[in-house]
């Protein structure tokens, strides 16, 4: 497991979360007007997975459970491909978020019926690390419910992947949604780790042996404040010093709705100064919108594709070195990917 943490928190490298649901892929591939079938979702993901050095600044990508299993469009085996990269790969283990009764129209995350018979098939295929996302809203809330479900939810999960020798990324995603002020997201971000540390220290979770995908400490989108890089890394580094132990060894931020250069700049800005732990990005459209916009479904344009993907890659790659600059990006690159309840 110690391996593991060590290849994916290495320097420069970050993971490529690609485990949008069969569903969620489908508006990826219907926003290029491409249907969704299992041949157009195989034909992107073997894009992805075979850029060429793409290892270099991708140390991990998280699986869905169809991509685990599912051969290249060469009839390689995917798994093979990442281990060729030289790229761990991981799986979605959680089986989405349902309404919580009781709360106020909040959702908790379902998925630990059958995990670890599920994990140990998953660890046969090839993966070595797991993720499981859950979601906090702020302007429902949050209620005591909903984040003392989420926190026990990530809390058994971590405990059963650990069992199971898979190293858990733990997920409480609290949504970009609302007109709130960086403060009150930080007062959130400070209850929903506090609760989800006291609820893994209670499942006798090693701390040692997780990562975090957390988000990043920002106002809500649809606020009057912007902040500005600097802020996001003062407010959000200040939330990890507080709560998270630094014996974690890698916090691996998701970009939830942010365009692909904002999330670059508040991770370099992150990484000015030193850490007691790797600092980095788990990062999805951030990575893949506008290598999805440049491929369109047209064979022609993978090379093209790739490109765009190896360009946000090195950018991230910088980024975690804290030597990243925003010179020479476009336009496109910096349109923002919020989406309203955001499912995956």
């Not at 929903?192 to 209670?202: I, K, L, N, Q, S």
């Not at 600059?325 to 690159?333: I, L, M, N, P, R």
Request: one cysteine or more; hydrophobic letters at 40%.
């Amino acid at each position: 497991m110690n391996m593991m943490q060590k290849t994916v928190a290495s320097p420069g490298r970050g993971i490529l979360a690609m485990d949008e649901s069969n569903a969620t892929c489908g508006k990826r591939l219907a926003s290029i007007g491409l249907e969704n079938t299992e041949a157009n979702r195989q034909a992107y993901r073997t894009l992805l997975v075979t850029a060429p050095g793409l290892g270099q600044y991708i140390s991990g990508a998280i699986l869905f459970e169809e991509t685990l299993y599912q051969s290249a469009v060469d009839g390689r085996k995917i798994v093979d491909i990442l281990a060729e990269q030289g790229i761990v790969p991981g799986i979605k283990v959680d089986k989405g978020l349902v309404p919580l009764a009781g709360s106020n129209n909040e959702s908790w995350c379902q998925g630990l019926d059958g995990l670890a018979a599920r994990e140990a098939a998953y660890y046969q295929a090839g993966a070595r690390f797991a993720k499981w996302r859950t979601v906090v809203s702020i302007p429902n809330g949050p209620s005591e419910l909903a984040v003392k479900e989420a926190a026990w939810g990530l809390a058994r999960y971590a405990a059963i992947s650990q069992d199971n020798g898979l190293v858990p990324i733990v997920e409480p995603e609290i949504l970009l949604d609302g007109e709130h002020g960086i403060e009150r997201t930080f007062e959130v971000a400070q209850k929903v780790w506090a609760e989800t540390f006291y609820a893994m220290a209670e499942n006798n979770v090693m701390f040692e042996g997780i990562l975090l995908k957390p988000s990043m400490v920002t106002p809500g989108a649809e606020s009057k404040d912007k902040a500005t890089p600097e802020q996001v890394a003062e407010y959000t580094l200040k939330l990890l010093h507080r709560r998270i132990p630094p014996s974690v060894p890698g916090i691996m931020f998701l970009s939830g709705g942010q365009s692909e250069v904002e999330a670059t700049q508040n991770l370099n800005a992150m990484n000015q100064g030193p850490n007691p732990w790797h600092v980095s990005f788990s990062y999805a459209r951030a990575l893949q919108n506008t290598c999805l916009k440049t491929w369109g479904g047209a064979p022609e344009n993978v090379k093209a594709a790739q490109d765009a993907l190896l360009l946000r890659a090195k950018a991230n790659s910088l980024a975690q070195l804290g030597k990243y600059t925003s010179d020479g990006e476009t336009a496109e690159a910096k349109e923002g990917m919020f989406v309203k309840n955001y499912s995956y």
